[in-house]
């Protein structure tokens, strides 16, 4: 089935049409989400979410525009809301649980090098550490850089995502490598890998 | 180039995103300085990390999952959305059964049962003789009374 063939059938309330689409686009919504999150199953959750919102709303959706674009919005768009709605619940969340989501987020890393115990450990710090650095950078430049850099999207791509000026994206991502940087130097000198 | 020069560009050295001639300049810093060569390698080691996350593991389970969502936590979607594969089946089969039921029942309608036309003819047979009776009482009778 084509794009839009698949769309219209979506808009039919065909059910294969919509096993198709998760089945096509389940790993661009769930890694978009793992860029944002850094925790798989927070990012299974919130592409479930995305899904669902897919089918309530399909009949909104304007043939002119492309799927892919409109998926990246609704994956950034949840997954800033968990974000959210997350740092807001962290208060009551126990010791066990933060230990449990930390090794979720490093479980992904940890699988790939299972023969390398060292490399594990220095692996999940670097992880660690990145994500940190990730996710202190303002709202905008985080955004255009986990497009960029986990979906490999082109400036052109993420403008239109982002609903914002190529060269504001550009300026953007910009900031958010000078700002990784710095952060990444801070933590060099301070010796904390 | 000073250490400092370096730490602010390095990033876009590692990205391969400065000009040629300031990636020269990196290059050659590089080779010289053991402590900005230290640091460039920790970045290189820690944004590797990026490529490394880029494609996690796709879950077989997934939509099972998602379906199961669906129907257990949204009954309103999913009888907007599961339902109507079953209804484009079963309408049109309520409508031929209501459809042959209507012209049954006209055809019942229009088309009297044989008893009631018995009955019809019987009535009209009895005002007849109920006539021919009155016919039969020869009217001179009432006069010579
Ligand atoms: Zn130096």
């Known amino acids: 089935m084509s794009e839009t063939e698949i769309i219209r059938k979506l808009q039919q309330g065909n059910e294969q049409a919509f096993k198709e689409l998760v089945e096509n686009y389940q790993k661009l919504v769930v890694n978009t989400c793992f860029g944002m999150v850094h925790n798989i199953e927070d990012a299974e959750d919130i592409a479930q979410e995305v899904f669902i919102e897919v089918f309530r709303s399909i009949h909104k959706f304007r043939a002119d525009s492309k799927l892919s674009t409109w998926l990246y919005r609704m994956s950034v768009n949840r997954s800033l809301n968990f974000i959210r709605d997350n740092k807001r619940s962290k208060w009551f969340q126990s010791f066990e649980d933060s230990v449990q989501s930390k090794n979720a987020v490093h479980e992904n890393l940890i699988n790939k090098n299972t023969d390398h115990p060292g490399f594990e450990l220095e692996n999940s710090q670097r992880a660690k550490l990145l994500h940190e650095a990730i996710d202190s950078l303002p709202q905008n430049q985080k955004v255009a850089f986990t497009l960029s850099k986990y979906e490999e999207l082109s400036y052109q791509e993420i403008s239109g995502v982002m609903e914002l000026s190529v060269s504001s994206v550009e300026s953007l991502i910009h900031r958010a490598k000078k700002n990784l940087q710095k952060k990444l130097y801070v933590c060099y000198k301070k010796r904390c890998i | ?145």
């Open chain 2, 1 to 145: 180039m000073k250490c400092k020069t370096l730490h602010k560009d390095l990033i876009f050295f590692l990205e391969k995103e400065l000009p040629e001639k300031e990636m020269e300049l990196v290059k050659t810093h590089l080779a010289e300085c053991s402590n900005c060569a230290l640091f460039a390698e920790e970045m290189k080691k820690t944004l590797g990390i990026l490529e490394a996350e880029r494609s996690p593991a796709v879950n077989p389970f997934f939509y099972t999952r998602l379906k199961a969502k669906i129907e257990n936590r949204e009954p309103e979607i999913k009888q907007v959305f599961w339902k109507p594969e079953l209804v484009r089946v079963l309408q049109p089969v309520l409508f031929s059964v209501l459809l042959i039921l209507g012209i049954y029942t006209g055809i019942k309608i229009g088309q009297p049962t044989p008893a009631q036309m018995i009955s019809v003819n019987a009535a009209d047979q009895e005002i007849i003789s109920f006539l021919n009776e009155m016919d039969s009482e020869p009217i001179e009778g009432f006069l010579m009374e």
